[in-house]
């Protein structure tokens, strides 16, 4: 499986952005996805996770009520809708794909990764 992250962006504190992760193979409708992101300096992070079927979705504390994670499996692609976001969200943002129905929260639990995207906030 091949990830392609795409929609990342400089934006004003409180603004919207939707990243995209397009991904060949026929076997994305069977894999877990997540999104995480790593800002200088710092380990890359869980952000959201959603499972093949997109019945389950798990965010982080930070995100929580302010991110989306939603999947198209016709179109093998999985979104991440950006809303209210903050300066602390500015990092490139990374989608990720797990071998298994159902989703993880730490890098390890990744199979395959996409290039990342930048997302920057400005205050």
């Known amino acids: 499986v091949q990830l392609q992250a795409s929609g990342g962006g400089l934006v004003q504190a409180g603004g919207s952005l939707r990243l995209s992760c397009a991904a060949s193979g026929r076997t994305f409708s069977s894999y877990a996805m997540g999104w995480f992101r790593q800002a200088p300096g710092k380990e890359r992070e869980f952000v959201a996770a959603?499972?093949?079927?997109?019945?389950?979705?798990y965010y982080a504390d930070s995100v929580k009520g302010r991110f989306t994670i939603s999947r198209d499996n016709a179109k093998n692609t999985v979104y991440l809708q950006m809303n209210s976001l903050k300066p602390e969200d500015t990092a490139v943002y990374y989608c990720?794909?797990?071998?298994?129905?159902?989703?993880?929260?730490?890098?390890?639990?990744?199979?395959?990764w996409g290039q990342g995207t930048q997302v920057t906030v400005s205050s």
């Open positions: 990720a794909a797990r071998r298994t129905h159902y989703s993880g929260s730490y890098p390890w639990d990744y199979d395959y």
């Open positions: 959603i499972s093949w079927s997109g019945d389950s979705t």
